[in-house]
């Protein structure tokens, strides 16, 4: 990798970041989207985005939790099964220009949903989360990870959200800890890949950490949880484009 297309890397890898984290994600599909552009080898692009991913969702996890935004109760019944559905998923080809445009235009419709104005009360309003209905949940949305070689929580803020499981704070931290756990699993899946990691990863992973402070700060203490979701909106939009036009 020459140094022109390291630093523009480093530089973008570092704004997606902190994008990403302001809503408790790590970045995968934005990394996979920027790498593809920069033309970076296939064989390297996946191993890359999902050890930033582990990277980023480690500190995210971390914050969140400290900062008390989080779910353990309605966590655990999810990651449980999605984890083994994710890493099963991952084994299974199906043809990309079939199953990437239909995920895409839904997270492109969730994103219609989010950047449209919401009352700041009803984001309050939160519903029980019924433990056989999460697992299901768990289990589709790891399927989903494993086929698009993300971690997943593009696909399970939404969910939460809609079905008011959580406020929007602790559906952040309980994203990046479910990020976290599919990222591993991934990762793990394929470890044959690992050889594949580029030299400058650690460059990479000081520029995505830098970005997950900043982003993480602000999804903690600064956004407003209509902000949240606006936020949450443009991560949809970016995520679904890269699933689209890859």
């Not at 790498?35 to 996946?46: D, G, H, Q």
């Not at 939460?160 to 931290?173: A, C, D, Q």
């Not at 899946?189 to 050889?195: D, T």
């Not at 970005?211 to 991560?235: E, N």
Request: aromatic residues 8%.
């Amino acid at each position: 990798m020459d140094l022109q297309t390291l630093l523009i890397l480093c530089v973008v890898f570092a704004g997606v970041a902190g994008l990403y984290t302001s809503v408790g994600h790590a970045g995968a599909s934005g990394y996979l989207a920027v790498m593809a552009i920069l033309a970076v080898p296939p064989e390297v692009m996946r191993p890359t985005a999902l050890a930033l991913n582990i990277i980023v969702a480690s500190l995210a996890t971390w914050r969140f939790l400290r900062a008390g935004q989080f779910n353990l109760r309605l966590f655990l019944p999810i990651v449980i099964v999605a984890v083994p559905s994710a890493f099963l998923a991952a084994r299974v080809h199906l043809p990309g220009e079939v199953y990437r445009p239909i995920v895409g235009a839904v997270l492109w419709i969730a994103a219609i949903r989010f950047l449209m104005p919401v009352k700041a009360e009803v984001l309050d309003e939160i519903r029980p989360s019924n433990v056989w209905l999460a697992g299901l949940t768990g289990a589709g949305v790891g399927a989903l990870s494993g086929l698009t070689g993300t971690g997943g929580g593009i696909f399970l803020s939404p969910i939460l959200l809609f079905n008011r499981w959580e406020i929007p704070r602790r559906v952040s931290g309980i994203s990046s800890a479910f990020i976290l756990c599919v990222s591993i699993a991934g990762l793990a899946g394929s470890v044959s890949s690992v050889g594949r990691l580029p030299p400058e990863l650690p460059w990479l992973a000081g520029a995505v950490l830098v970005g997950a402070l900043v982003g993480t700060q602000l999804g903690i203490r600064t956004l407003k949880p209509p902000m949240l979701l606006k936020a949450l909106g443009l991560v949809l939009i970016v995520a679904g484009a890269k699933l689209i036009f890859s």
